[in-house]
């Protein structure tokens, strides 16, 4: 009878602290890039081993994919949100740029960039998630630029998808840089200048 109960204690899957994981493999692949670290690395760091991967996951594209979804409620979400902002287009912008390269805690960087320069190496379950995400960020740039055309703060003659893309793209930049170890003020001055070229001329 009690070598029973030891058997089926011996082969109880152990709990998992999933969202502790995601944290752990989100702050792995931040510091050190989406495909510098092994797979063993990975789940050595995250407190996972390979059965519990594959069993929690389905795999690596599995875990990615939990960790892009994670990023995003930690740090992309705030960001579009902060688009809703009643601020002059102008001020908006440069306080988004403010925001980016002031000093953090977090890494430098963004995770969600380098997944999309990486894209081509990511499983399907990730790029999935990243093709959601560049549409959800795209589409708040754009009704941001929308709002600040209906009120005569941005130039009439760019259209607002072209615009929402111009933006994503300076944004990308200060996050690639930043990422480099550019210096935070001389990132900072660039993106402004980049984005005051959308403002309207009077």
């Known amino acids: ?3 029973n109960s030891e058997k089926r204690r011996v082969g109880r899957p ?18 050190e890039g989406v495909h510098t670290l092994s797979l063993n690395e990975v789940c050595r760091r995250a407190k996972l081993s390979k059965p519990t991967l594959y069993r929690e996951f389905g795999g690596e594209d599995g875990l990615m994919d939990a960790v892009l979804g994670h990023y995003r409620t930690l740090i992309v979400l705030p960001m579009l949100q902060a688009l809703e902002m009643a601020l002059p287009f102008g001020e908006l912008a440069e306080a988004l740029v403010h925001g980016m390269t002031a000093e953090s805690e977090n890494p430098a960087g963004c995770l969600f960039t380098e ?15 990243l093709r959601d995400l560049e549409q959800e960020r795209l589409g708040a740039l754009e009704a941001w630029y929308r ?5 005569g703060q941005v130039d009439p003659s760019i259209p607002p998808s072209l615009a929402a893309q111009y933006i994503d793209t300076q944004l990308a930049a200060v996050l690639l840089q930043l990422g480099a170890g550019v210096a935070g ?17 009077h």
Do not use: C, H, N
Request: glycine letters at 8%; hydrophobic letters at 45%; zero cysteines.
């Open 1 to 3: 009878m009690s070598g």
């Open 14 to 31: 152990r709990t998992v602290d999933r969202q502790g994981s995601i944290q752990l493999a989100m702050d792995a692949y931040w510091r």
């Open 115 to 129: 997944m999309r320069l990486a894209r081509t190496r990511l499983g399907p379950k990730t790029q999935g998630k």
């Open 147 to 151: 709002r600040a055309l209906d009120q």
């Open 185 to 201: 003020a001389e990132v900072r001055a660039q993106a402004i200048l980049a984005l005051g070229a959308l403002k309207a001329k």
